[in-house]
């Protein structure tokens, strides 16, 4: 069964860090592309950080310079690193993995999404 487990949400205080962690098991070929989004009570969810195969990033406007999205296709994980954390930055951070589940998918290019179950985070003093 194929899974993406977040972890490393939690509460801090304004101007402080954060590291998401997103691993993806079970039985995948490969992995395209990666991102984060999130969700705030009663807003949208939206994109925050993406990051393709050949590692090329993009950000929303509000995290530009304080998120980092990474990836290590080794152990199948995404990370984001948050800095200078604000109070708007509050939501649920959720994963979302572009993956090929066999050779034939790729070969096909067919890439079904996936999503993980999401982690708190809570900017707050």
């Known amino acids: 069964q194929v899974q993406l487990v977040e972890s490393g949400g939690g509460l801090v205080q304004p101007g402080g860090s954060l590291r998401l962690s997103c691993a993806a098991s079970?039985?995948?070929?490969?992995?395209?592309?990666m991102g984060w989004y999130r969700q705030a009570p009663g807003k949208q969810r939206e994109l925050v950080a993406h990051i393709t195969s050949d590692a090329s990033t993009n950000y929303a406007d509000s995290v530009k310079g304080r998120f980092t999205i990474s990836r290590d296709n080794a152990r199948r994980t995404v990370y984001l690193q948050m800095n200078s954390l604000k109070p708007e930055d509050t939501a649920v951070y959720y994963c979302?993995?572009?993956?090929?589940?066999?050779?034939?998918?790729?070969?096909?290019?067919?890439?079904?999404?996936?999503w993980g179950q999401g982690t708190q985070v809570t900017v707050s003093s």
């Open positions: 079970g039985s995948i070929f490969g992995i395209n592309d």
């Open positions: 979302n993995a572009g993956l090929f589940i066999t050779l034939r998918d790729y070969t096909r290019g067919l890439r079904t999404s996936y």
